[in-house]
């Protein structure tokens, strides 16, 4: 079963440092998301990337973060200078036009603690 | 903007016992998703649902998505252990590739 491979699992950063976090989305794909979920809190749209550019944003995703596809595999997230707030699973997830919905897949996240 | 309220927020139930748990909008919604997430992981999708009315059911859960599109139902029938965890509803903004918005989820628990 494919899927969408995010490292690391854990990251624990001081605040005010810069973070990187990485996936790998599932390889036919075309679409690619990052979530975040606060502890205990509901799943929460930051960005979709598409043909090599950001589709869409949430009024999360604010100058402080950028995404990036750096090569034909990887996507990744980075945080600029961390908030304690920014502490949370970041889920990076990917889907198919084709495959419709049942394609849409997540990540196992990684977890963000900024202490 | 759109937003899902889960109903219960938690629940406690014996094993063997049947779960029903829902999800209503004040807004309409073209799909419907139920997603199971175990602790540590991230989201799996259980089920998908496409047509106001349609039942659908995936081995011992059944889903229905309600005929206003503003509300959807989760049942699991003779629980077990491993249906522990927190289940969310989902919905697309828009098109079949556009974001999700998710429900703050159901969280279950089974007593053995």
């Known amino acids: 079963e494919p899927e969408v491979t995010q490292t690391p699992s854990h990251q624990v950063t001081q605040m005010g440092q810069e973070v990187i976090l990485r996936c790998v989305p599932i390889?036919?794909?075309?679409?690619f998301y990052w979530y975040r979920q606060i502890l205990g809190q509901k799943v929460e749209f930051l960005v979709s990337?598409?043909?090599?550019?950001?589709?869409?944003k949430s009024e999360i995703f604010d100058d402080q973060f950028s995404v990036e596809r750096p090569d034909g595999s990887n996507f990744t997230l980075k945080i600029r200078s961390t908030k304690l707030e920014d502490s949370a699973m970041y889920f990076c997830?990917?889907?198919?036009?084709?495959?419709?919905?049942?394609?849409?897949?997540f990540g196992s996240g990684t977890r963000l603690t900024v202490v | 903007g759109q937003q899902l309220n889960q109903s219960p927020q938690s629940m406690f139930i014996q094993e063997g016992e049947d779960v029903s748990m829902n999800c209503t909008s004040s807004?309409?919604?073209?799909?419907w998703l139920w997603y199971k997430q175990d602790p540590g992981e991230g989201p799996v999708l259980l089920i998908a649902?496409?047509?106001?009315?349609e039942l659908t059911s995936n081995g011992r859960l059944t889903a229905q998505f309600g005929i206003t599109r503003k509300d959807s139902f989760l049942n699991i029938s003779a629980s077990i252990p491993s249906d522990v965890g927190i289940y969310f509803c989902?919905?697309?903004?828009?098109?079949?590739?556009?974001?999700?918005?998710f429900g703050k989820g159901t969280r279950l628990s089974v007593i053995a």
């Open positions: 807004s309409i919604f073209n799909t």
């Open positions: 997830a990917s889907s198919d036009p084709l495959q419709g919905l049942y394609g849409y897949t």
């Open positions: 990337f598409y043909n090599n550019e950001i589709s869409e």
């Open positions: 649902l496409y047509k106001a009315g």
């Open positions: 989902a919905g697309p903004r828009e098109m079949r590739n556009t974001p999700l918005v």
């Open positions: 390889s036919n794909h075309l679409y």
